[in-house]
């Protein structure tokens, strides 16, 4: 998890057109640290979201025209943090400042944006699947003896009831 980390985020700061200091710092901030060392996805996690802020902040501040495969990065990257945890995706939105004409135009920006919003979505509705069948489908199961257990369908059946308890 270390090595992985370190190697990304060697290009990270490789990338950052400026704030190279600052983004090395946040880095190794004792709680990073703690989060990037243990036995689970967080290394995977900040250092492709680290990536991710480094990328786009280089293509707002230099001349460098996003191609083809920048798009493909762009989306595997917002593919891996839906799959993770999906509320690091706010990252992607600092893409609204990079200028339309590198990407070829506000068409190509806005098909982009599109195809961006599309995969992040597929994946996370594919990965959280199983989450909202259960919570859309009425169950009759007692918690803990008292009371049934309350679902988005049971509230939309008995939206009268959910309002009289709020």
């Known amino acids: 998890a270390l090595m992985w980390y370190c190697f990304i985020m060697y290009w990270a700061i490789k990338l950052m057109p400026y704030g190279k200091c600052t983004l090395a710092i946040i880095g190794i901030l004792p709680m990073t640290m703690q989060q990037v060392v243990s036995y689970n996805y967080d290394s995977v996690l900040l250092g492709i979201c680290f990536f991710l802020f480094a990328y786009l902040m280089n293509f707002i501040y230099t001349e460098k025209m996003i191609k083809f495969y920048d798009w493909i990065l762009l989306i595997l990257m917002t593919v891996a943090i839906a799959t993770i945890k999906f509320v690091y995706l706010p990252i992607i939105g600092l893409a609204l400042w990079i200028p339309n004409y590198k990407f070829g135009g506000k068409r190509n920006k806005i098909l982009g944006a599109i195809g961006i919003v599309v995969a992040g979505g597929v994946v996370l ?36 009831l959910i309002v009289q308890m709020f």
């Open 125 to 160: 509705l594919y990965t959280r699947l199983s989450a909202i069948q259960s919570s859309v489908t009425l169950s009759g199961e007692l918690i803990s003896g008292e009371g049934a257990k309350i679902s988005i369908e049971y509230c939309i059946q008995n939206a009268k």
